[in-house]
Every structure is written in structure tokens, then in C-alpha cells.
């Protein structure tokens, strides 16, 4: 089989497992998959996932890539809370909330972090479009706040959330604190109740 063949048959998924390719091809040669990173053809994204390079110079893939990778999952915590301009820093890490165990990947796309939540908690997220006709799964502004707080105990006083230096415009006028109030409930967490407390003594909400 030619490279050629291969990226007509996969090319427009922009990523893909090595299970799609054996369910196309059962006697599909492994090391085919070596020989085409090796030349820069293919990126390898995890263990059995790679993208097509070409896609290395296409806006948000590398945010794609993050669902497609790790299922279920969607983008949420630092890189979510920067993307809404509610933190100052710029984000190294693309971060993630899954119902998989907690994991990390390094590729040619970025750094991929992902944090484990119960099922019952993997909600509050949106399809943002992108290039391509494509979404990206991409939690509320609310939610990505909560899962912050849930996530990093530390978060548990005036001091560490004003460390946080949330953008206050974002807070009093764009949040839903209805909505960020509706959510909270949901996890049904009394150190989450007293640390959404304390945020909301800290900024004056």
C-alpha cells in the first residue's frame, strides 16, 4: 500500500486510530505507521493515534485534537477560563476534564493534560464550530470555573482565589451566576459550596 492510498482513505478525519485503519484494512502493515512519522508524514499524537502533518498549520486542531484523543472529554479548566480572558496567563497546557483516568500526552500539537471527574459530572460543555465544518466540545465559561474549584482543592481561600486574578469585568458582567449557581448544585459538594462562597466574597459578587 502507497502513503497516498492511505491519506485519500483517512485524510479528511484529520486524526485517527489504528482500529480505523485495521477495520479498512485487516492486513494493514504496522510498520508502516513508523516509516511515516519517520518521514514526517504522520504525528504521532498518543499510543495507536496519529493526525496528518498537514493539519500542523491549521487553526484550533490542536484544541480538536484534544477531544479525539481521549473520549469522552471536553476542554475545560485553565485553557477554557484563558480562552474566555477570565485568567491573565497565557496557557501551555491544553486542559481537559474526562471520565477516564487522569492522564497527560505530549505531541508535535501541544501538551494534552486530562483530569478525572465522575460521570454524573461530565456535563456543562458546548460545540464550539472551527475550520473545517468541525466543533470542538468546549465547557461554559460557569462550568470550567467549577471544575477549576472542584478540582484544585487549594482554591479553598480568599488569598489563593485572588491569586487566581480572575478578570472582574468577566465576573460581574458576562458570568451566569444563575447558571454558575444551577451547576454547583449539581456536584453536590459542600467544600465546592464554601469555595464558590468564597469566591463570591473575594470578587463582590
Not at 75 to 95: C, R
Not at 145 to 150: E, S, T, V
Not at 186 to 199: E, G, M, N, V, Y
Amino acid at each position: 500500500m502507497t502513503f497516498i492510498e492511505f491519506k485519500k482513505q483517512f485524510f479528511d478525519l484529520a486524526c485517527f486510530n489504528i482500529y480505523q485503519v485495521y477495520a479498512w484494512h485487516p492486513n494493514f502493515d504496522r510498520n508502516n505507521f513508523t516509516r511515516w512519522t519517520q518521514k514526517g508524514y504522520l504525528i504521532r499524537l498518543r499510543q495507536g493515534y496519529f493526525a496528518f502533518a498537514e493539519y500542523k498549520n491549521k487553526a484550533d486542531y490542536s484544541l480538536y485534537f484534544a477531544n479525539r484523543i481521549y473520549r469522552p472529554s471536553y476542554i475545560s479548566l485553565h485553557t477554557a477560563l484563558a480562552f474566555y480572558g477570565m485568567i491573565p496567563e497565557a496557557v501551555v497546557q491544553i486542559t481537559s476534564v474526562t471520565t477516564l483516568k487522569t492522564a497527560s500526552f505530549a505531541n508535535d500539537f501541544g501538551e494534552y493534560s486530562y483530569k478525572s471527574v465522575k460521570e454524573n459530572l461530565l456535563f456543562g460543555y458546548e460545540l464550539k464550530p472551527m475550520a473545517d465544518n468541525r466543533t470542538i466540545q468546549f465547557a461554559t465559561p460557569e462550568k470550567a470555573l467549577l471544575d477549576l474549584l472542584y478540582l484544585y482543592s487549594f482554591y479553598n481561600s480568599e488569598q489563593e482565589l485572588e491569586e487566581l486574578r480572575l478578570d472582574e469585568n468577566f465576573l460581574h458582567d458576562d458570568l451566569n451566576k444563575e447558571l454558575l449557581m444551577d451547576y454547583c448544585a449539581k456536584f453536590q459538594s459542600k467544600a465546592l459550596d464554601h469555595r464558590i462562597r468564597s469566591l463570591f466574597k473575594t470578587y463582590e459578587l
